[in-house]
């Protein structure tokens, strides 16, 4: 669209004063009067514009304006780009010689004013990229000269005037990118001379009316990002001049019209996002001048036509994403010599990878992923081989299909521009290759659920750029190489789901960006290093199921101050006190040590993880009360302290806990009464008390009955606390009185 408007704009400005008016008799004076009143409903951020717009120089010598050679009738006001704020005042519908008006990216609020209807000789209105509210004048459909309106990338609503199907000279229309409703007018079938329909990304309903097939010369036609619903009609293949065709994320339905295929002209075709079904019709092979085919996101079926490269050479971009597509990749797609991005992730796609995909040697992002695709007969990965010969790949993503060998050496020879690589969710065995190191720009590693054996090679120090490393749900063995920790730029690790044994190394923290670490289900063994308390930005933390010993390092704790996510420490076998820095944790969403042998009191402290969700402190060897501070955690969803040794009563403040659904204190020491209406009278919560032999309460909760000596005691405690509480206030106001008295 920008290249049509910059066009537009400087055929404009050359043969703006090619065209004899009639101007309406208005002075100089008049028009510097207006101007002046003009500029002031607007201002800058900067308080700098427009300083030679002063009664000292002549109008025609402002910035921004255009004046006819003879006459010095005011024809341009020129103002886009200038940082402006405010308001557009309907005064300007007095200059009545104005022939282009171009207020464009700035930051004018308010309204359009109507009195811009009032300009005869208007060609030319431009007020795109400012922050315009309320309607579209009709009173604009006067100004029968206009041949560019241009009102996108505003907060306009309200339906589309009908009376703009009248202006009979217009060549481009945008407004896009606003908050339109309604349907599209039937009366834009006068628009005859049209060029550039530009309506995308509002709230249009309703279907493509036929008169659009009447736009004959329509170059671009861009409707995309609204709620038009129907077919596509087949009446848009006799737009024989259409270059561009945009219609993408509504809710258009059925087969895609194989009269499409008569647009030849057409560069590019993006339907995505919709609810098309049937094939791709094998016409659309007969738009050679196609550069961009975007079908993604649909229902489409069948198999990807033979010859798509062979008639379609000129395709730069090509995407067929989320369908349901079957067979197999056409060699032909190798002819596509052009091309730059290949999407045909998510559909039914079987057989192999073809080798004539390394012909493709302008390629940049290749997706194959969560497909059906398969090795060769001979079991190995020869499409990587083919894939070097593109030397400007910057991603591959074959993740999610049936590969299965070993990774070819020759991995190493893949561009020395790629920067993310996924091979994961496989089938691929044997070592990792040491000649991966050479993709020294990767930023994304995922090789992670696959058949990887032996050991992370040490080599991997090389991913100098690396920020994510996905090496999960494999069959690796060994110690975690310290050289992780020269990898400077890493800010997720996920190495979890191998067979890693070994201490964690002390340098797993030395990346200052390090954010995400799993190293859960291994073999880890030893103490948690203390040096992990450099990380000082981790956001998660998962450590669990490993076989991880000592204590917790406090200054460790200490150092999680910016997790957000969740500190999984369970199923280990760690030792003495839950430090009292774990209050630090401040906007954690969840904590898990479970399933370990800590001991002591739970802390106080835990009061202050104001953001916790999910709390799990089961199974370990914790004793003491339950603190009344765990009742500030009010975003708390689950609350689990079970299988440890807690003594005395469930504070009853845990009733103010109102994001509770589900508690477990079950096999404690806890002892005392469940009241009658429960710890949660008004809601339903799951509470599990069993196992705790000191506790009684109602029958609904599984508890055996209080006995009724006890309820006595409970009844008389209370009436000797009141008749106590009353002496004591008794005395105190006695105590009062006689003072008042001496005073």
């Known amino acids: 669209m920008a290249p049509l408007l910059f066009f537009s704009f400087m055929l404009s400005i050359s043969s703006i004063s090619a065209f004899p008016y009639s101007f309406n008799n208005i002075s100089h004076h008049q028009q510097q009067h207006l101007l002046l009143q003009f500029k002031a409903a607007i201002s800058n ?8 717009w002063t009664p000292s120089l002549p109008v025609c010598n402002w910035t921004g304006i255009i004046c006819d050679a003879s ?18 005042s309907s005064i300007l519908g007095n200059l009545s010689s104005l022939q282009s008006l171009d207020l464009s990216n700035n930051a004018l609020t308010g309204t359009i004013p109507p009195q811009l209807g009032q300009l005869p000789h208007l060609r030319e209105l431009w007020l795109h990229q400012n922050q315009l509210q309320g309607t579209i004048p009709p009173s604009l459909s006067a100004c029968r000269s206009l041949y560019d309106l241009a009102l996108s990338f505003n907060q306009l609503q309200g339906n589309i005037p009908p009376g703009l199907g009248s202006l009979t000279s217009l060549k481009n229309l945008y407004l896009g990118r606003n908050s339109l409703t309604g349907k599209i007018p ?11 329909l530009y309506l995308e990304d509002n709230d249009l309903t309703g279907t493509i009316l036929p008169e659009l097939g009447m736009l004959t010369h329509l170059h671009e036609l861009y409707l995309w990002g609204n709620r038009l619903s129907g077919s596509i009609p087949s009446f848009l293949g006799n737009l024989s001049s259409l270059t561009s065709l945009h219609l993408s994320t509504n809710q258009f339905q059925g087969l895609i019209p194989p009269e499409l295929g008569m647009l030849t002209h057409l560069h590019e075709l993006r339907l995505f996002e919709n609810h098309l079904s049937g094939s791709i019709p094998s016409s659309l092979t007969n738009l050679s001048k196609l550069n961009i085919l975007d079908l993604y996101s649909n229902q489409l079926s069948g198999h990807v036509p033979w010859d798509i490269g062979t008639k379609l050479s000129n395709l730069t971009y090509l995407s067929l994403w989320a369908n349901q597509l079957t067979g197999n990749i056409p060699n032909s797609i190798g002819n596509c010599s052009r091309l730059d991005i290949l999407t045909l992730t998510q559909n039914r796609l079987d057989g192999m990878v073809p080798m004539e995909l390394g012909k493709l040697s302008l390629l940049t992002e290749l997706y194959l992923s969560q497909n059906q695709l398969v090795s060769t007969s001979r079991n190995t990965l020869d499409f990587l081989n083919a894939l070097t010969n593109c030397s400007h790949l910057e991603l591959i993503d074959v993740s999610d299909n049936h590969f299965t060998g070993v990774l070819p050496p020759s991995i190493g020879q893949l561009s020395p521009n790629l920067s993310r690589l996924n091979l994961s969710h496989n089938m691929i065995s044997g070592t990792i290759p040491q000649q991966i190191a050479n993709l020294t720009n990767l930023t994304f590693l995922d090789l992670g659920n696959n058949l990887f ?54 340098s797993l923290c030395s990346p200052q960006q390090l954010r995400y670490i799993y190293l859960q289900h291994n073999n880890l063994s030893e103490e948690i290093p203390v040096s992990l308390e450099g990380c000082q930005k981790l956001e998660l933390l998962d450590f669990s199921y490993n076989n991880l010993g000592g204590t917790i390092p406090r200054g460790f704790i200490a150092s999680l101050k910016n997790l957000q996510l969740y500190l999984n420490l369970s199923s280990n076998s760690l030792q003495g006190f839950l430090p009292q820095e774990m209050g630090n944790i401040v906007m954690a969403q969840a904590i898990d040590i479970s399933r370990n042998r800590l001991t002591g009191v739970i802390p106080k402290t835990l009061g202050g993880c104001t953001a916790l969700e ?18 500030k955690l009010q975003n708390l969803h689950e609350m689990d302290l079970s299988a440890n040794f807690l003594s005395g009563s469930i504070p009853m403040s845990l009733g103010r806990l109102k994001a509770l659904n589900y508690m477990n204190v079950s096999f404690n020491n806890l002892s005392g009464q469940i009241p009658g209406g429960g710890l949660f009278p008004n809601r339903t919560v799951i509470i599990l008390f069993e196992g705790n032999l000191g506790l009684c309460g109602p029958r609904n909760y599984s508890l055996p009955p209080c006995p ?18 009353w002496d004591h206030c008794f005395n105190i106001s006695l105590f009062h009185n006689r003072n008042a008295m001496e005073a």
């Open 45 to 52: 951020n900067n308080s700098t514009s427009l300083p030679d």
């Open 71 to 88: 006459s010095h009738a005011l024809l341009t006001l020129d103002l886009s780009y200038m940082n402006l704020d405010g308001t557009i």
């Open 186 to 196: 039937r009366s834009f079938k006068n628009l005859s001379s049209l060029v550039g």
């Open 453 to 506: 054996s032996g050991n992370i090679p040490s080599v991997i120090k090389r991913f100098r750029l690396l920020e994510r490393l996905h090496l999960n749900g494999n069959k690796l063995e060994g110690s975690i190489p310290s050289e992780i920790g020269r990898m400077e730029h890493l800010g997720l690790l996920d190495l979890s789901l191998n067979q890693l044994s070994g201490k964690i190394p002390d």
């Open 614 to 631: 999910h709390l799990n402190l089961s199974h370990n060897a914790f004793e003491g009360p339950i603190p009344d501070s765990l009742s």
């Open 708 to 725: 009724k000596q006890s309820q006595e005691k409970h009844s008389v405690l209370k009436k000797n606390c009141l008749i106590s509480c």
